[in-house]
Nanobody, 124 residues
Framework: QVQLVESGGGLVQAGDSLRLSCGWT????????MAWFRQTPGKEREFVAT????????RYSDSVKGRFTISRDNDARTLYLQMNALKPEDTGVYYC?????????????????WGQGTQVTVST
């Protein structure tokens, strides 16, 4: 069974940066593509960024493209999300998702495992 634990959230001002981390445990080879999603109260979880197993392929939502960077260190079993030029609309709970396959997909249904989330709050 794969377990994911996010960290790095916090309260920042608009224009600041944050780096989120997601550590995973489980059987070697059980984690393939991974992604970050976020959710605000009253809204569905939305796609932020994804990367494949090697970290060579990435996709981003239009709202974060050019400001956020997803990366991973498989030896350290950690997924990252570097968030720059943060805006108040980036506020939400950020979740890390992991797929058992190679998919690096924007669809939430492609990910079998999820962390508990970490809160990011961006003030004006």
């Amino acid at each position: 069974q794969v377990q994911l634990v996010e960290s790095g959230g916090g309260l920042v001002q608009a224009g600041d940066s944050l780096r989120l981390s997601c550590g995973w445990t489980g059987r070697t080879g059980s984690v393939g593509g991974m992604a970050w999603f976020r959710q605000t109260p009253g809204k569905e979880r939305e796609f932020v960024a994804t990367t494949n197993w090697l970290g060579k392929r990435t996709r981003y939502s239009d709202s974060v493209k050019g400001r956020f960077t997803i990366s991973r260190d498989n030896d350290a079993r950690t997924l990252y999300l570097q968030m720059n030029a943060l805006k108040p609309e980036d506020t939400g709970v950020y979740y890390c998702g992991a797929s058992e396959g190679e998919a690096y997909d924007w669809r939430e249904s492609e990910y079998s495992f999820w962390g508990q989330g970490t809160q990011v709050t961006v003030s004006t």
